[in-house]
């Protein structure tokens, strides 16, 4: 459980030891705002997103099912600036397919916590592959990372790209070329 009042008491002691004054009209409720924004950002941390794929019908379907452009964003856990893009995701059922709403409800998951962006991109594969035990899964991932844009190198425009692969796509370059081809940017839409 998110300790809000705790958070919001953190707040206010940063706000004071960068010099300005927590009881100023203008950030006055600034703690209250960020121990609610961390409650939100933060949901995941409780959450299981194996619970979230529950959902899954009996087919016989053997061919790729791929999910491209869903929106994520999360909060690097090593400066605690969001990095935010979009996850592309594929599988090769055996036997059975998933409410596909459900694979965005599980990164949702996953990237509600402190995270790397290859940790996110390894776990929703490996969440994908022990649920729905497919021939194999894939996710690519691309973000923006605030901690990298907007201090130290400065370098606005810079996207990291993460790639997991499991099973058939782990073994066959035929199946990862397709998932890249399916999944980059104006291609095989």
């Known amino acids: 459980m998110i300790d809000q009042e705790r958070i919001a008491r953190a707040v206010e002691d940063i706000l004071s030891a960068i010099g300005d004054d927590p009881t100023r009209g203008g950030i006055q409720k600034t703690p209250a705002r960020v121990a609610a924004m961390y409650a939100e950002f933060f949901s995941g ?81 490996d969440t994908l592959t022990e649920v729905l035990q497919p021939q194999g899964a894939a996710v690519r991932m691309e973000a923006e990372h605030l901690c990298m844009t907007i201090r130290g190198v400065r370098a606005p425009g810079s996207r990291v790209i993460t790639t997991a692969y499991r099973g058939i796509f782990r073994e066959s370059a035929a199946a990862r070329t397709e998932f890249l081809t399916l999944t980059s940017s104006g291609e095989g839409a």
């Open 45 to 125: 941390i409780d959450q299981d997103p194996r619970d979230l794929l529950t959902v899954s019908y009996q087919e016989n379907v053997q061919d790729m099912v791929t999910v491209r452009d869903i929106p994520f964003a999360s909060i690097c856990e090593h400066h605690l600036l969001p990095f935010f893009g979009t996850a592309h995701v594929a599988y090769i059922p055996s036997g059975r397919v998933i409410g596909i709403s459900k694979l965005a409800r599980a990164i949702e998951c996953i990237t509600r916590r402190p995270q790397m962006q290859e940790r996110v991109t390894n776990q929703t594969a």
